[in-house]
């Protein structure tokens, strides 16, 4: 009755933990990575404004020219990266969806670093891809002789995340320079899932692309201003790649919802650095809980995530004890080909962290 390629995806395990956090009476929700306040005001008024004037018709597939020169502008300025073409998608997991069907071949793999963002393993077996997966434990870090040793004839891509989901790592120059030298001048296509730059504690920020210039970059709004179901993003790379991206588009998704393309150019002028030191601050209240409770555990210097060691058993068996103490996390072999973490997003407010570090206190030393 159904297709081979839907037996070959599961069902998202943080969308079960989602649908879980429904049904309890006030869960600690440690679980769901969306930022814990909402769309800034000057963004909805221009949202508004836009289906006011009947801005509500199809744009043209590669989404509207003024957008498309703002963040050309921005991907200037930020991460010194000038490429060729740009096309305005519906999010960035429509983006990567799109890269991987223009691209990917069966039996094509692609690399990418685990722990990993959740659709990068699902949507390379969708597309008839073969996962590779880069072991980073237990540091996360990214590793020449490791790297090297996942490449073979049938590599047609490597995925890098920084910030990373889910663990909050940011990659250094030397890891991406790296990065760099190991592809030369092989046919090797780097995607760089921007999607946290924001969101990073860093004085600077190192973009995959300004040490790549053929690196094929995604990036969006639903982390940075919280624009999570407004569906706005953009891919940027080669002529060649987002041509055929754009092409897919047209029969996909046609066009990313037009109000949010209109607010997405108030969005660029939006000041973010605010929430972002908000973000710090709760990584360090949440890391030094977890490491005063024993916990081993990596400090993210990025995004809103950290991604504990489980200090007994594995990921599900603590999972479920946390879920029977009110606490909802998610575990780590969603994002992962092991069992022996766990995530928490910090999206939440001061109170909710404390409760649930007290709960991870508590449940640890069982």
Not at 49 to 77: C, D, W
Not at 97 to 102: F, H, P, V
Not at 170 to 198: F, K, N
Request: hydrophobic share 40%.
């Amino acid at each position: 009755m159904f297709a081979d390629r839907v037996k070959r995806i599961d069902a998202s395990g943080i969308r079960k933990v989602f649908d879980l956090a429904a049904t309890m009476e006030d869960p600690i929700n440690l679980s769901i990575g969306q930022p814990d306040y909402d769309v800034p005001g000057a963004i909805k008024e221009a949202g508004i404004q836009a289906i006011r004037a009947g801005f509500n018709r199809y744009t043209v597939t590669q989404g509207i020219p003024e957008l498309h020169e703002r963040i050309r502008q921005m991907l200037s300025k930020t991460r010194g990266f000038e490429p060729e073409a740009l096309l305005i998608t519906s999010g960035t997991s429509g983006g990567l969806l799109l890269a991987l069907l223009a691209t990917v071949n069966p039996g094509d793999e692609v690399i990418f670093p685990d722990p990993y963002f959740v659709m990068y393993k699902h949507l390379v077996n969708l597309c008839d891809g073969t996962p590779v997966f880069l072991d980073t434990y237990p540091d996360f870090r990214l590793h020449r002789e490791a790297l090297e040793a996942t490449i073979t004839p049938r590599t047609k891509m490597i995925i890098v995340n920084s910030p990373c989901n889910p663990n909050g790592v940011v990659y250094t120059p030397d890891e991406l320079r790296m990065v760099h030298e190991v592809v030369g001048d092989r046919d090797i296509i780097v995607l760089s899932d921007e999607i946290y730059e924001s969101l990073c504690y860093a004085d600077t920020f190192t973009s995959m692309a300004s040490v790549h210039p053929s690196t094929l970059l995604l990036g969006g709004f639903s982390k940075a201003y919280a624009m999570t179901g407004w569906r706005l993003g953009y891919a940027a790379g080669s002529q060649a790649i987002i041509s055929q991206m754009t092409k897919l588009q047209q029969y996909t998704f046609v066009c990313a919802p037009a109000f949010a393309q209109k607010a997405g150019l108030v969005a660029l002028d939006h000041d973010v650095s605010g929430h972002t030191a908000d973000y710090r601050r709760k990584r360090d209240l949440i890391y030094r809980g977890l490491v005063d409770a024993g916990y081993d555990v990596v400090k993210p210097a990025g995004a809103f995530y950290i991604f504990p060691r489980v200090p007994w058993g594995n990921d599900m068996e603590f999972v479920e004890e946390a879920i029977r103490n009110n606490l909802l996390i998610i575990p780590g072999s969603v994002f992962s080909e092991a069992n022996t973490h766990f995530r928490i997003a910090y999206t939440a407010p001061d109170a909710t962290i404390e409760r649930g570090l007290d709960v991870l206190s508590r449940i640890a030393r069982k």
